[in-house]
């Protein structure tokens, strides 16, 4: 799946496609708030999903090309392998 192709997925969808196919490669919590957040790499993007502290209920999801990963993530994830 390619990045436009996710962009055009309800978030339902897009949920349903991370859940079963998304590698969760970093977490964060950004500014003391009171969500978690974890980056999963689709294919060759990433998509960012904010989480309630428990990580039960999903609040946001973002999809980004690798030349938009979050500054936050850049030393957890490793973007060598990628083609472009």
Same mark, same amino acid.
């Given at each position: 799946m390619t990045y436009s192709e996710f962009q055009y997925l309800s978030d339902n969808e897009k949920a349903d496609c991370l859940w079963d196919r998304g590698k969760p490669v970093a977490k964060c919590r950004k500014d003391e708030a009171s969500e978690n957040? &974890?980056? +999963?790499?689709? #294919?060759?993007?990433?998509?960012? &999903?904010? +989480?309630?502290? #428990?990580?039960?209920?999903?609040?946001?999801?973002q999809a980004f090309e690798t030349s938009q990963i979050p500054l936050i993530y850049l030393d957890q994830v490793d973007i060598s392998g990628l083609q472009h």
């Amino acid at each position: 799946m390619t990045y436009s192709e996710f962009q055009y997925l309800s978030d339902n969808e897009k949920a349903d496609c991370l859940w079963d196919r998304g590698k969760p490669v970093a977490k964060c919590r950004k500014d003391e708030a009171s969500e978690n957040f &974890v980056l +999963y790499q689709l #294919d060759a993007f990433y998509v960012e &999903v904010a +989480y309630r502290n #428990d990580f039960v209920e999903m609040l946001s999801l973002q999809a980004f090309e690798t030349s938009q990963i979050p500054l936050i993530y850049l030393d957890q994830v490793d973007i060598s392998g990628l083609q472009h």
